[in-house]
């Protein structure tokens, strides 16, 4: 059978994209036709009470105006405009920390557990580099609209990402994105290469009572896996050998830097994740038509109040690691595991595989009370899911099937003073019965003086992830033949929003019985008592003057009980710097100081072979300098450029080298100095 190789692969979708970008170039002139259903559910619109229009003036004083929205949302938005937030703009925020090069596994410093129920495959630790369902934005523009990022970094770290949406007819909108993330890293055996795709489409009828979406993402993850070095003196050694770091050896791997190629991968030692999905939805409404009548057009209008869905996808799930080095030393002292070969340097390949398929099949209906305001509704449905999973190079393979039903209800108000969000969803029948999960979000702006009040609260009730099943290739713990009970998590969450005094304020606490996790490389446990976690965060901007602001972002968090979780006390994000335009009328930038700190504490170390963080209470890991970053980003017009130089704080005054790194997790330290410099230019054509 003929096999495409990933390079090809890569530059094809590369070529479908342009090809899609230059063959469809229909202007689209009905822009009054596309204002006329804002803000009501399903509806194209041109413009929303809160998005931005972004402008683009031609010769002919042309212009753009664009929004997006989500899909299960009816509301439209518009780009965000803020140019000091370099972490908008790449796929790891500010509260993460990796294993020390982009693209490796990374978790967050937060408390975050899943709640959401029903059948989990477990594995988290990349997530963040994923392109999702949830976040596909179905866009409706009067222009075809496309951007180019491209961003070069240390050690030819490379991030490229490709962009472009138009409405091919005045009700039918396509979209296509591409990214990659290639980066060889500082140390031995950590190089990454993740390729992201993602088609969407959004077709309405042009009587409005039909419409559906339709959604292509898939996620190639590659990483290598280093098991971290050998040990942390090597970072302070005097030996001038190691100040270039991919000297020091390491856990895991072959003694060769990752290479810079970003088609031609080679990862020996590593993680490979793939993953895709395909989701169609169709909508079919029935209430009340209408018109607006102009001197030259008759616009319909109409008005929903009860709707017909049906949504059907299918995803595939793959998670591998890899070893072609594999060393029984290691195996054995951290993993008990006996590998066949040769003792005690080499052995044969090591691998594990989980390769899962899920078919989801779901049937809803909507009531629109007011028809004059379509984002308040009530929708009750319910799914049938069918799963196959197969193990151990597909030696051994597993059938289920869920059954669930689910009911919302959510109200906008049309004085845009309430936002009422309540949904839940119960698992029948099936592997995961007895599942469920209730959410009630109330906000209400209390005065434009005074700002927004949010209360909310959540409780789910999980089967732990398909990690802690036995049958699992990653099960490694095979003495323990404990089955687990389900997980519950409750979480009381409130904010505070001023706008005017660009403070936020947010509460989360966490009630948490029976949580799963592991306790070394590859043992796993689950609580037996209850704990609590306290989280408090507060966002504040402070002006110094017209154009100088200092930007805080700190969490405070407390774990109350015994439970298997440590957690930073103070976690905070600090910028201060010049935000104007230097008296120049196009120009928009943003320079400064930017740095991070966490206090120190028992942070999660991480089991390559299993791809997962685990708990751990006798190493405390500390920052010797807070992270300090100096940057300088501008824009002018639909031109943005960003210039970082990140981990200054790596200076050693005595050396002279930027060899002081810190170590976010256990034996997996953070690289030097990187200098970063990426420009994002968008188009319309």
């Keep these: 059978m003929f096999k495409i190789r990933p390079y090809l692969l890569r530059i094809g979708l590369l070529c479908t994209g342009l090809l899609l970008a230059a063959m469809i170039n229909t202007t689209i002139a009905q822009q009054d036709f596309l204002r006329q259903a ?23 004083e042309d212009s753009i105006t664009i929004h997006f929205r989500f899909l299960d949302t009816s509301r439209m938005q518009g780009f965000d405009s803020a140019l000091y937030d370099f972490t908008k703009k790449f796929p790891t925020p500010w509260t993460n920390v990796h294993l020390g090069n982009l693209g490796n596994a990374s978790r967050s410093l937060l408390f975050s557990p899943i709640q959401q129920p029903g059948w989990d495959h477990g594995f988290h630790a990349y997530d963040v580099y994923n392109f999702t369902v949830d976040e596909t934005r179905f866009f409706n523009t009067t222009r075809p609209y496309s951007e180019l990022n491209y961003l070069l970094g240390s050690k030819s770290e490379q991030f490229i990402r490709l962009m472009h949406t138009q409405n091919i007819r005045p009700n039918w909108n396509a979209s296509i994105e591409y990214r990659l993330i290639n980066s060889p890293g500082v140390f031995q055996s950590q190089n990454t290469n993740h390729n992201n795709y993602r088609i969407a489409s959004w077709y309405q009828s042009k009587n409005k009572r039909y419409q559906n979406f339709f959604i292509m993402v898939g996620n190639k993850l590659q990483s290598a896996e280093n098991g971290g070095i050998i040990a942390s003196s090597y970072l302070d050694s005097t030996n001038s050998s190691y100040e270039e770091r991919s000297n020091i050896p390491t856990k895991l791997g072959s003694d060769q830097i990752g290479s810079i190629n970003p088609f031609l991968t080679n990862i020996g030692v590593g993680t490979f994740y793939t993953n895709a999905t395909w989701l169609f939805r169709q909508q079919y409404d029935l209430g009340q038509k209408d018109s607006i009548v102009t001197d030259s057009s008759v616009i319909p209008l109409f008005y929903p109040r009860l709707r017909l869905e049906h949504t059907i996808s299918y995803s595939t799930y793959h998670y591998r690691f890899k070893d072609q080095f594999a060393d029984s030393v290691y195996y054995d002292s951290l993993y008990n595991l006996t590998l066949r070969g040769a003792p005690p340097i080499y052995q044969d390949t090591f691998f594990l595989r989980d390769h899962w398929r899920s078919l989801v099949n779901d049937f809803s209906i909507y009531q629109f009370p007011d028809a004059k305001n379509a984002q308040q509704f ?12 197969s193990f151990d190079s597909g030696m051994v393979k597993a059938n289920y099937h869920n059954f669930f039903i689910h009911g919302e209800y959510r109200n906008k108000t049309r004085n845009q003073k309430w936002d009422i969000d309540a949904h839940g969803n119960f698992y029948v029948n099936g592997l995961n019965a007895g599942d469920y999960n209730a959410y009630i979000s109330l906000k209400r702006l209390i005065s434009k003086q005074i700002g927004f009040l949010q209360l909310g609260f959540q409780n789910s009730n999980r089967t732990p992830s398909f990690v802690f099943d036995r049958q699992s290739s990653f099960y490694l713990d095979t003495a323990n033949y404990s089955s687990f009970n389900k997980e519950n998590i409750t979480n009381l969450f409130a904010s505070f929003e001023q706008p005017k005094l660009k403070l936020k304020l947010t509460g989360n606490y966490f009630l948490v019985t029976n949580y799963t996790y592991h306790t070394d490389y ?20 402070f002006r110094f003057g017209k154009h100088w602001n200092w930007k805080t972002w700190i969490v405070l968090q407390q774990r109350i009980g015994d439970g298997p979780v440590n957690l930073p006390l103070i976690s905070t994000r600090n910028q201060f710097g010049y935000d104007g335009n230097l008296g120049f009328k196009n120009l928009r930038i943003s320079f400064g100081l930017e740095g991070r700190y966490f206090t120190e504490y028992k942070a999660p170390n991480y089991s390559p072979l299993i791809g997962q963080y685990f708990f751990q209470d006798t190493a405390t890991v500390r920052m010797i300098r807070p992270d300090i970053s100096g940057y300088l980003h501008f824009r002018i017009k639909s031109f943005s450029a960003y210039v970082r130089a990140e981990n200054l704080n790596s200076f050693n005054p005595t050396g002279g080298g930027f060899t002081k790194n810190n170590v976010p997790t256990i034996d997996y330290p953070y690289p030097g100095m990187q200098i970063r410099v990426g420009i994002f230019w968008s188009f319309v054509n």
């Excluded at 209850?530 to 507060?538: I, K, P």
């Design 378 to 389: 009530f929708r009750a449905g319910a799914s049938f899911q069918t799963l196959q999973g």
């Design 38 to 60: 804002q803000g009501r559910l399903g509806g194209f619109s041109g413009g929303g009470g809160t998005g931005d229009s972004i402008q683009h003036r031609t010769g002919l």
């Design 522 to 541: 590859y043992r796993v446990a689950q609580a037996s008592t209850l704990f609590n976690v306290l989280q408090v965060s507060a966002e504040k901007i």
